[in-house]
């Protein structure tokens, strides 16, 4: 071979390690990773039913505002849900919705194996 055709294989190589990586990349999106907040979240929401953004971020230690975008980030996710008060329409709750319950489980079965 020669030094042509090295530069050509090379090439070729590449293009299709890049193909693989931005293959694996987009699978990892479409998983929508879990962050260790977010796992953390719903654990406590799991554990603690009718919890208020108030309630989550004294438990995570974070900011009203933080745990607002949290919140928000993970219902877009289809993770938790928010949830008006039956008494009182200025209060509303979060919780874990069946998607949530099952991305715990499947988490802890990742760490496990």
Do not use: C, W
């Not at 998983?31 to 208020?52: R, Y």
């Not at 900011?63 to 008006?84: D, H, P």
């Amino acid at each position: 071979m020669d030094k042509q055709q090295y530069i050509d294989q090379l090439f070729n190589t590449m293009r299709q390690l890049r193909k693989l990586i931005e293959t694996q990349n987009q699978d990892l999106n479409e998983e929508k990773i879990v962050t260790m907040m977010q796992f953390s979240a719903l654990k406590f929401l799991k554990s603690n039913k009718n919890s208020s953004v108030g309630d989550l971020a004294g438990h995570l230690r974070l900011s009203k505002s933080s745990a607002t975008q949290l919140v928000e980030r993970m219902s877009k996710m289809g993770f938790i849900e928010r949830v008006n008060d039956k008494t009182d329409r200025r209060v509303i709750h979060i919780a874990i919705t069946p998607k949530g319950e099952q991305n715990i489980i499947d988490l802890k079965k990742k760490v496990i194996d």
